[in-house]
């Protein structure tokens, strides 16, 4: 039997061995003594969804104590594993660090007290840093705790509520044009590749390194954000056209074909982390500091409101659901365009 895994957020009871052949298979791990494993195949998504039943048909013993950590796995599988995978990785992490805190020891799940949930925000920020991820962590709480009230497994009130959480700022940052063009000099083929695709679509990061050669059909580019699932049709037009073209001509020189749009100068896909990198010794080379490639989309979503006069139209680009969010989103990077007294 393979060891359980040391790794804080790992999937429960879900296990990964890699045979001798090279093929990593899956199990569910139903504890015990001797301790049972349940093969789950090599394929990891039938492994997943074979694992999810699995722990839907599980409940607690009847005399059980139900815990913070029963819920919380609870919610894992039939809540966050529904999210998007930056969310649920998100979530997993924050699990991990709520659990060091509310399963030490192992309590009654309703025993969680407004008290408490101060406290762990005193305990998460005792350094000096990390308001924001408390924030985080707490609003995950939140949700578990209604989760739990919605299952029947308290009648109790969310602890949560009433508990203010920490200042956040947010980001103000505006990438202005000649800072653009300065990192843009000093970037790569691939990385001018990515920040023209971001700021003339005005995507996240991860939705523009996913972008593919089948989505560039009917004239317009085709999105599907993988945060919230909005479906956009960006017409291929002006800049667009252009840079599309010259992404193409580039690509023909690869010996191997990569659907990808934003590749590597040997053809091979680009994850977010490699292109902040790139973006980071482009920044260095250019002499600027304080900016991120995200901060592209800020910047896309300001010039299009300004230039269109209409800040709706802003809003379709960026697939936001309410003009309130692209106002808070765009206005306080730049500041609000207004007009003299006389």
Not at 181 to 202: E, F
Not at 233 to 243: F, K, P, Y
Not at 321 to 333: A, G, L, P, Q, W
């Amino acid at each position: 039997m393979g060891r359980r895994p040391s790794k804080a957020g790992a999937i429960p009871h879900f296990r990964a061995r890699k045979q001798k052949s090279g093929v990593v298979h899956y199990y569910y791990d139903h504890g015990g003594k001797p301790r049972r494993e349940e093969p789950l195949g090599s394929d990891y998504g039938l492994a997943i969804k074979r694992w999810a039943e699995i722990e839907r048909e599980s409940a607690p013993p009847a005399a059980a104590v139900l815990t913070f950590r029963y819920v919380l796995d609870r919610y894992m599988v039939e809540v966050a594993a529904l999210k998007a995978p930056r969310t649920l990785l998100d979530n997993q992490h924050e699990g991990a660090k709520l659990l060091e805190f509310f399963d030490d020891p192992p309590g009654p799940f309703e025993a969680i007290q407004s008290v408490n949930v101060r406290q762990y925000m005193t305990w998460r920020t005792k350094s000096g840093k990390g308001q924001i991820r408390a924030n985080r962590e707490k609003a995950l709480l939140s949700h578990v705790w209604n989760y739990a009230r919605d299952k029947g497994y308290t009648a109790l009130p969310n602890p949560c509520a009433g508990i203010k959480g920490f200042k956040e700022s947010g980001r103000d940052v505006y990438v202005e044009d000649d800072a653009y063009r300065a990192i843009w000099n000093k970037a790569d083929a691939c990385l001018r590749d990515a920040m023209d695709l971001a700021y003339l679509t005005g995507q996240r990061p991860d939705d523009v390194l996913r972008m593919t050669d089948m989505d560039v059909r009917d004239g317009a580019l085709h999105v599907r954000q993988r945060k919230t699932g909005a479906k956009l049709r960006i017409e291929v037009a002006g800049e667009l056209q252009g840079v599309l073209a010259r992404i193409a001509e580039r690509k023909r020189g690869h010996q191997v074909h990569n659907t990808r749009l934003v590749v590597s100068e040997h053809g091979r896909s680009l994850t977010v982390a490699t292109m902040s990198r790139h973006w980071k010794a482009a920044c260095v080379e250019a002499g600027i500091t304080g900016l991120q490639f995200r901060d592209l989309r800020a910047k896309a979503g300001t010039d299009k409101a300004d230039s269109a006069g209409d800040i709706r139209h802003a809003q379709r680009q960026l697939g936001h659901s309410s003009v309130v969010m692209t106002e808070h989103y765009t206005r306080k990077r730049r500041g609000e365009k207004v007009t003299p007294t006389r």
